[in-house]
């Protein structure tokens, strides 16, 4: 259920629901939204639900809406005109710019991720990805460079004006990883660790949510709820490829999951087209389709050397190719209303 504050309810009016919403056992939610205020009321352990019904035309209340859903927070009916996540530096995910991550698969060394870095920046890219902590099929798989990973991200991030995105894997890693990194992502083999969701829902630090690979949509948003009802309201959905029958490519990029979760989230969606496909020729067709589908955001593998990379290198775009795929998104991109960044100078040159 939601309460539809009106446009000019005073705070009394709206703290005066959010205080009846406790006494009836349940929590209260409060999204500020440009034009009004809606408060999603969440939980299993209320009741006297027949009084909460009744306060529908208590001062300052537009109106109630029960939400059919399972996923409440989450569901577009909570805002409307969609969530935007400001994360710094100027960069805001869920406007009309379509924001860029772009990055290795993991940190390897100093020299590769600032080679790395310097490129993709140079080529539009807003944040830098790139594991540390790498959640690897088989334990004999390298498994990342932990905190001088980190360290390291960081700095070819700051050096290069971009935001840090990186995978975090368990509820203890959190408390160091939070001074280094911008956006945390939870991984797809993650999406249903509740515990590392819920210890992400006491940070107000952006989670960029991939779909497990075997999730349904309304799994993932619930996932998400289950990051947003510790009041963290900061959750990036990313469709990143699901099994499916078919073997050809590594995995089966859900294109539709985009306006399907357009629908029912206000939460912004990027889409993985490195994970989604598992072959370098195939990002970038992927990447057009899910811009043209409407994505806010796209999470791109790049290395400076595929063939050596420790992971993932098969679909792994050269910088070239990155930015050769950058130009054509700049052209799809305003036919669906939306921006790409433009190409930027060393950011060395031009201070
Ligand atoms: C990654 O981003 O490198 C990764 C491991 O992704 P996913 O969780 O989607 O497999
Ligand atoms: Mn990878």
């Known amino acids: 259920m939601l309460f539809n504050m009106r446009g000019e309810a005073t705070d009394e009016e709206i703290n005066h629901i959010v205080a009846r919403i406790k006494e009836c056992g349940y929590e209260a939610h409060l999204i500020r939204g440009k034009e009004r205020t809606v408060i999603g009321v969440v939980g299993n352990s209320g009741r006297h639900r027949s009084e909460l019904e009744a306060l529908s035309s208590a001062p300052g209340v537009e109106d109630i809406v029960k939400i059919s859903h399972p996923f409440k927070l989450s569901a577009r009916s909570m805002r409307p005109e969609g969530s935007q996540i400001d994360l710094g530096r100027g960069v805001i995910v869920g406007g009309k710019e379509v924001i860029v991550a772009a990055g290795p698969c993991a940190v390897e060394s100093r020299e590769q991720i600032h080679d790395v870095a310097a490129r993709v920046s140079k080529a539009g890219a807003k944040l830098l990805r790139g594991g540390a902590f790498k959640p690897r099929t088989s334990p004999y798989s390298f498994q990342g460079m932990g905190e001088d990973g980190l360290k390291l991200l960081r700095e070819a991030a700051d050096k290069n004006d971009l935001l840090v995105v990186t995978e975090v894997m368990d509820p203890s890693q959190i408390e160091v990883m939070l001074p280094y990194v911008d956006v945390m992502q939870v991984g797809a083999r993650n999406m249903q660790n509740y515990h590392l969701l819920r210890a ?91 811009v043209a589908a409407g994505a806010d955001g796209l999470i791109i593998e790049v290395h400076p050397d595929p063939e050596r990379a420790l992971s993932d290198g098969v679909q792994s775009l050269y910088p070239d190719q990155f930015a050769h795929l950058m130009n054509e998104i700049r052209a799809i991109a305003p036919a669906v209303g939306r921006t790409i960044a433009e190409t930027r100078f060393p950011v060395e040159a031009s201070r």
């Open 200 to 290: 992400l829902g006491e940070t107000q630090k952006a989670v960029l949510l991939k779909r497990g690979m075997s999730a349904t949509i309304e799994e993932l948003l619930l996932s998400a709820e289950y990051i947003m009802a510790g009041g963290n309201y900061k959750v990036i959905l990313c469709e990143r490829g699901i099994r499916t029958f078919d073997t050809y490519l590594r995995n089966t990029l859900d294109i539709a999951a985009i306006p399907v979760i357009k629908g029912l989230s206000h939460l912004p969606i990027f889409a993985d087209p490195s994970h989604g496909t598992g072959r370098r020729d195939k990002v970038a067709p992927m990447a057009r389709a899910a």
